[in-house]
């Protein structure tokens, strides 16, 4: 069974910073790639970056040059650093373990159970 936890949502001023952590466990073996993905009040959940275990990238548009995905595979934990906050950053945001396949990123039903991230303007 997959296990993944998230930390370090909370209350930030517009340009400020978050860091944002997902321990995973279980079994991941069906996983290459691992994605940070946010849901706001009335919108549809969406995609904000994802690594996969080579170490290749993808970030959403609206987040690119300001957010950070890295990965520390001993600790089998991904990092979401935020910086440059915006109000419309502020989401539930979830860790999910998934594939990276020819530049694409695909969700499996891995989930964490969500971290709220608020940025206040």
């Known amino acids: 069974q997959v296990q993944l936890v998230e930390t370090g949502g909370g209350l930030v001023q517009a340009g400020g910073s978050l860091r944002l952590s997902c321990a995973a466990s279980g079994s991941l073996f069906s996983a290459n790639a691992m994605g940070w993905y946010r849901q706001a009040p009335g919108k549809l959940r969406e995609l904000v970056a994802c690594i996969a275990s080579g170490g290749s990238t993808d970030y959403a548009d609206s987040v690119k040059g300001r957010f950070t995905i890295s990965r520390d595979n001993a600790k089998i934990t991904v990092y979401l650093q935020m910086n440059s906050l915006k109000p419309e950053d502020t989401a539930v945001y979830y860790c999910?373990?998934?594939?990276?396949?020819?530049?694409?990123?695909?969700?499996?039903?891995?989930w964490g159970q969500g971290t709220q991230v608020t940025v206040s303007s």
């Open positions: 999910n373990a998934g594939q990276y396949l020819n530049g694409i990123y695909y969700q499996k039903n891995y």
